[in-house]
């Protein structure tokens, strides 16, 4: 049953929900809603990219429901060649968008997190997730390879474990997603929201110009060899030094300066 819009979109104290909704119990994307779902996802984010006061992204499902069960199975086997090509290239998408965000995108992950739904979690910089949350890539099971940002995988399990994933496409739980490396944080359902509101305490807490600043440092480090990633941090340490927002900080924190203001301007 539809769960309303297929994304939904929440502001508060420069914190953007984005909810996945889609049409299950496990929340899969089917149908024409898939390419709803993907398209929606990918207008809020150029819009969300455009907000200088936004501090921090969260993707997730509803609430008490699964956070992405990947693609209805029944509809993908009416696809043919060019609308597999116009699917997967959509779900790229949406994926490079969470990737190419000015701040930090956390993965809220609740129930069932299988597929394309794996692929728009590894594209967040962090992900927590339910200890009765389900993770795979189950693709080679019904005839398919994982593709797209299924790439990003070996860079947060390793090769090993990432080849046992899409070789087998069998499930794993939450406790060995978290021993593996997937998933930073692991919490009772009950007690997810508490982790992420901590966790977005230190982000909010941090000053915004140096998130944004990490963030992209973080993405030029994962695309290049190492020594451009140092020398691309070479000129960020010294750029954040063009205005004063630095040493303010650094003279609060000694205690010898008045406690810095965080504005919007300083994004």
Not at 42 to 60: F, I, M, N, Y
Request: charged share 20%.
């Amino acid at each position: 049953m539809s769960r309303g819009a297929p994304v939904d979109v929440r502001h508060d104290g420069g914190i953007a929900t984005l909810t996945l909704n889609g049409d299950k119990s496990v929340n899969v994307m089917g149908s024409a809603l898939v390419r709803a779902l993907v398209r929606a996802l990918v207008r809020a984010l150029e819009a969300l990219r455009q907000d200088a006061g936004l501090r921090l992204v969260v993707l997730s499902g509803p609430h008490g429901g699964s956070f992405q069960g990947g693609v209805d199975i029944a509809e993908m086997a009416r696809f043919d060649a060019d609308s597999a090509r116009e699917f997967i290239t959509l779900l790229h998408q949406a994926c490079h968008g969470l990737r190419t965000l000015p701040v930090p995108c956390i993965a809220r992950i609740e129930g069932y997190c299988l597929g394309g739904g794996m692929e728009l979690a590894a594209a967040c910089d962090l992900r927590i997730g339910a200890e009765d949350s389900r993770y795979g890539m189950p693709e080679v099971q019904v005839g398919l390879p994982s593709v797209i940002e299924a790439r990003l995988l070996p860079t947060l399990i390793g090769w090993g474990k990432t080849r046992e994933l899409l070789y087998r496409g069998h499930l794993v739980d939450a406790q060995e997603a978290y021993r593996i490396g997937f998933l930073q944080g692991l919490a009772p359902a009950n007690e997810l929201d508490a982790m992420l509101q901590l966790w977005a305490e230190d982000i909010l807490r941090a000053d915004p110009a140096a998130i944004r600043s990490q963030k992209r440092l973080i993405e030029t480090w994962l695309e290049t060899a190492p020594a451009v990633g140092i020398q691309a941090s070479i000129d960020a340490f010294g750029a954040t030094f063009h205005t004063r927002t630095a040493n303010e900080r650094l003279a609060a924190f000694l205690g010898r300066g008045r406690k810095p203001a965080t504005t919007d301007s300083d994004a």
